[in-house]
């Protein structure tokens, strides 16, 4: 089955270290995004890809780096200048990101935490 | 700036009863708006897509509407079931880099 898939489901994360949060698609879509979730403020975009070897930033993309080398995966990088990276993140795709017909596809996201 | 707002913030409703979701926003070009449906702790499940030149689309007990003009589209969930218990988001795909910009969700609970 085609989707999206996320990996770790959790994980924990020390003060000063760098983690990366992983992001795969076999939907064959051009444009991938990650999203940053926290109580009571919805959903905030971090930064986006169109194309392989592209990306852009979105509204909150301190703290984070992206890599986009192959069309299935797109890497998220948390590192140690996010001050305050406890969250839920998304990783999320659709088939073509300007285009209007199409919708975006959802991973099961990953539970970070600062211990 | 494109701003996405969900009314109300939390509903409870007795099992059976139809109820309706609100979403409104206020730049009305959009390329379509999508409701999506998240569990706790869950990531997202798309519901209904609905592209800027439709008014409405139909899922099984479920109905969305869209009134690009006025910036404001309603998800309409018949005869609700405890299942159908979760958090409901809206989201408008922006012309600009195609983003999605969600509103803060609306959290349904169904009692049976």
């Known amino acids: 089955d085609g989707g999206i898939t996320q990996s770790p489901k959790y994980l924990f994360r020390k003060e000063g270290q760098n983690v990366t949060l992983s992001c795969e698609q076999n939907?064959?879509?051009?444009?991938m995004y990650w999203y940053r979730q926290d109580p009571g403020q919805g959903l905030r975009l971090i930064y986006y890809?169109?194309?392989?070897?592209?990306?852009q930033k979105g509204d909150i993309a301190e703290g984070y780096s992206v890599s986009r080398e192959k069309k299935e995966s797109f890497p998220l990088t948390v590192t140690s200048a996010q001050k305050n990276p406890t969250a839920f993140y998304l990783c999320?795709?659709?088939?073509?990101?300007?285009?209007?017909?199409?919708?975006?596809?959802f991973g099961s996201g990953t539970r970070l935490t600062v211990v | 700036k494109q701003e996405v707002t969900q009314i109300p913030a939390a509903l409870s409703v007795p099992e059976g009863e139809n109820l309706v979701l609100n979403c409104s926003f206020t730049d009305s070009a959009i390329y379509n708006l999508q409701w999506f449906r998240q569990d706790p702790g869950k990531g997202l499940t798309s519901l209904l897509l609905?592209?800027?030149?439709?008014r409405e689309q139909t899922s099984g007990r479920l109905n969305a509407s869209l009134d690009k003009s006025s910036g404001r589209s309603t998800l309409y969930i018949a005869a609700s079931q405890p299942g159908d218990s979760a958090t409901y988001l809206c989201a408008v795909k922006a012309p600009q880099g195609g983003k999605l910009i969600f509103g803060q969700g609306t959290e349904l609970s169904v009692k049976p």
């Open positions: 999320a795709s659709s088939t073509r990101q300007g285009g209007p017909n199409y919708g975006y596809t």
């Open positions: 609905i592209q800027s030149s439709q």
């Open positions: 890809s169109q194309i392989v070897n592209d990306f």
């Open positions: 939907l064959n879509h051009d444009a």
